[in-house]
């Protein structure tokens, strides 16, 4: 088994008066990572999912001695899909507040359904954590740097889902699957969803532009919707955990762009999947793009897992002035430039090394990448 990076951290939360909430999209492994520490605790614990009509019914609008009585001498009480049950906040702060002795752990595939029912009910009652597909980190623990390293042409075409990791030969089809309505499962039950085909075409054409600055008004023209439909559905993908978004660095320069977007994949085979492209990366037109993607969304990762507070934007100028990472942290600024190619000589815009002396800057390529995302 992969070991995941959240499972030593979570287990360090264990029993400290608190509920422990896990998000991720559906498929990275939330449960497979819960079971494994529950494992290790040797203790019994209650398994719930919020898929199940009996357990949606004994878990909302419930009471402490109802759940007293369900769970019994359990000590850890683990709700999977908990964004499912009605009022889920209210019963998890009935476990925190009057079970004092019980560990109460829950699993959401879509934040905006958990998030909103658990903030107020536990402000400061709770531990949150993010689970992301498998990473190049976590994958050079698992087999070595070497190893990893020769696989990145694969990552970038078929991603890091666990299910495709585990099962080579099979990437193609298990993508397709996963890419299909499962994992937008959670978008799909909402009525906020009116049109699931144009959410098919939004994503194709968000999964053709990555790399580049989107204008939701052409993309809206592209798809046959409007402004405001692009814009709410780009944020419920963005909730759903399919896609991310990069805002515009600006500062100082008056000729900056200010406010544009940039959109990507938290995994490459799932973009690839949408777009129905699984060629290899030496004969692609977009391997530049999908670089970027990978590089990017294994950063998030990276700092995400290490509890590293950073702020991401991209950068570019009026006059096509472009640099592909900007992360400011605190006081600190960096920019990065992604490059495919190991010996193409890069410079950064001298516009923005005037105005921002202070920012440190670095060329990533696949010879450096470890430097960027695992060490």
């Given at each position: 088994m992969i070991q995941r990076n959240l499972q030593t951290i979570i287990q360090d939360r264990l029993f400290k008066g608190k509920a422990i909430l896990l998000f991720g999209p559906r498929q990275v492994g939330k449960s497979t990572l819960i079971h494994a520490i529950l494992e290790n605790q040797n203790?019994?614990?209650?398994?719930?999912?919020?898929?199940?009509?009996?357990?949606?019914?004994?878990?909302?609008?419930?009471?402490?001695?109802?759940?007293?009585?369900?769970?019994?001498?359990?000590?850890?009480?683990?709700?999977?899909?908990?964004?499912?049950?009605?009022?889920?906040?209210?019963?998890?702060?009935?476990?925190?507040?009057?079970?004092?002795?019980?560990?109460?752990?829950?699993?959401?595939?879509?934040?905006?359904?958990?998030?909103?029912?658990?903030?107020?009910?536990?402000?400061?009652?709770?531990?949150?954590?993010?689970l992301y597909p498998l990473s190049f980190s976590e994958m050079v623990q698992h087999h070595g740097l070497l190893e990893e390293k020769r696989l990145i042409e694969h990552r970038m075409v078929y991603g890091y889902y666990p299910e495709i990791v585990s099962k080579p030969g099979e990437e193609r089809e298990l993508l397709k699957l996963l890419a299909g309505s499962y994992?937008?499962?959670?978008?799909?039950?909402?009525?906020?969803?009116?049109?699931?085909?144009?959410?098919?075409?939004l994503l194709k054409a968000l999964a053709l532009q990555v790399g580049s600055e989107i204008s939701y008004q052409e993309i809206s023209q592209t798809i046959g919707s409007d402004y405001k439909?692009?814009?709410?559905?780009?944020?419920l993908l963005e909730k759903a955990f399919v896609v991310f978004r990069l805002p515009a660095f600006s500062r100082n320069v008056r000729n900056e762009i200010k406010k544009g977007?940039?959109?990507?994949?938290?995994?490459?085979?799932?973009?690839?999947?949408?777009?129905n492209n699984f060629k290899p990366?030496?004969?692609?037109?977009?391997?530049?793009?999908?670089?970027?993607?990978?590089?990017?969304?294994?950063?998030?990762?990276?700092?995400?897992?290490r509890n590293i507070d950073t702020t991401f934007y991209f950068w570019r100028t009026t006059q096509?002035?472009?640099?592909?990472?900007?992360?400011?942290?605190?006081?600190?600024?960096?920019?990065?430039?992604?490059?495919?190619?190991?010996?193409?000589?890069?410079?950064?815009?001298?516009?923005?090394?005037?105005?921002?002396?202070?920012a440190t800057t670095q060329v990533i390529s696949p010879k450096n990448v470890e430097e960027f995302i695992a060490l």
């Open positions: 203790k019994g614990f209650t398994y719930m999912n919020g898929d199940d009509a009996d357990a949606r019914e004994i878990l909302t609008n419930t009471t402490a001695a109802k759940l007293k009585s369900v769970i019994g001498n359990t000590e850890i009480v683990f709700v999977d899909e908990a964004q499912r049950i009605p009022n889920i906040g209210l019963t998890l702060k009935l476990f925190t507040d009057q079970l004092k002795n019980v560990q109460v752990i829950a699993t959401g595939s879509s934040a905006f359904e958990l998030s909103s029912h658990v903030n107020e009910p536990l402000t400061g009652r709770k531990y949150e954590f993010m994992l937008y499962k959670d978008l799909l039950m909402l009525d906020q969803i009116k049109k699931p085909l144009l959410l098919e075409k439909t692009v814009d709410k559905y780009i944020d977007k940039k959109v990507y994949f938290y995994d490459c085979g799932i973009r690839n999947a949408i777009i990366v030496n004969v692609r037109i977009d391997t530049g793009a999908l670089w970027e993607n990978f590089l990017i969304a294994e950063r998030m990762k990276y700092l995400h897992y096509q002035q472009e640099i592909d990472l900007i992360e400011e942290e605190t006081d600190r600024l960096r920019a990065y430039e992604f490059k495919w190619s190991k010996t193409e000589k890069v410079r950064f815009p001298q516009t923005f090394t005037d105005h921002y002396p202070q």
